[in-house]
C-alpha cells in the first residue's frame, strides 16, 4: 500500500529554517511529480513547490528564494528546505505525488504542522 509520510515540522520563530521531509513507501515515486503543498488556517490549500522526475522544479512566488525542494529517488524520499520563514508560513504542510501529464495527485501524507511565532 502506498504511503506518504511527512515530518520535520514544528514551532520556530521568524526568521529560521524548517527542513521537512517525505517519506514514500509502498511503491518506487521516481517517476512521480512531487509536490508540497500547504493549507493555513482559514484559508484555501495552495501548492508550494512542485519537483518532477527529471529534476524541474517549480515554485510558488510566495516561497521563491526562501524554500528549496529536493528529492532522493534512493531514498524514495523528498525534502523541503524552508528559509526566512515568517508567521505567513504558519500552516499543515502535506506532499503528494501525480504521475506526469495527470493534474491529479493521487496520493496525499497526512501532514505537519509548520508554526512560525513573531
Known amino acids: 500500500q502506498e504511503e506518504l509520510v511527512e515530518s520535520g515540522g514544528g514551532l520556530v520563530q521568524a526568521g529560521g529554517s524548517v527542513r521537512l521531509s517525505c517519506a514514500a513507501s509502498?511503491?518506487?515515486?521516481?517517476?512521480?511529480?512531487m509536490g508540497w503543498f500547504r493549507q493555513a488556517p482559514g484559508k484555501e490549500r495552495e501548492i508550494v513547490a512542485a519537483?518532477?522526475?527529471?529534476?524541474?522544479?517549480s515554485y510558488a512566488d510566495s516561497v521563491k528564494g526562501r524554500f528549496t525542494i529536493s528529492r532522493d529517488k534512493a531514498k524514495n524520499t523528498v525534502y523541503l528546505q524552508m528559509n526566512s520563514l515568517s508567521p505567513e508560513d504558519t500552516a499543515l504542510y502535506y506532499c503528494?505525488?501525480?504521475?506526469?501529464?495527470?493534474?491529479?495527485?493521487?496520493?496525499w501524507g497526512q501532514g505537519t504542522e509548520v508554526t512560525v511565532s513573531s
Open positions: 503528494a505525488a501525480r504521475l506526469i501529464g495527470v493534474s491529479d495527485y493521487k496520493y
Open positions: 509502498g511503491r518506487t515515486f521516481s517517476t512521480y511529480v
Open positions: 519537483i518532477w522526475p527529471g529534476s524541474r522544479i
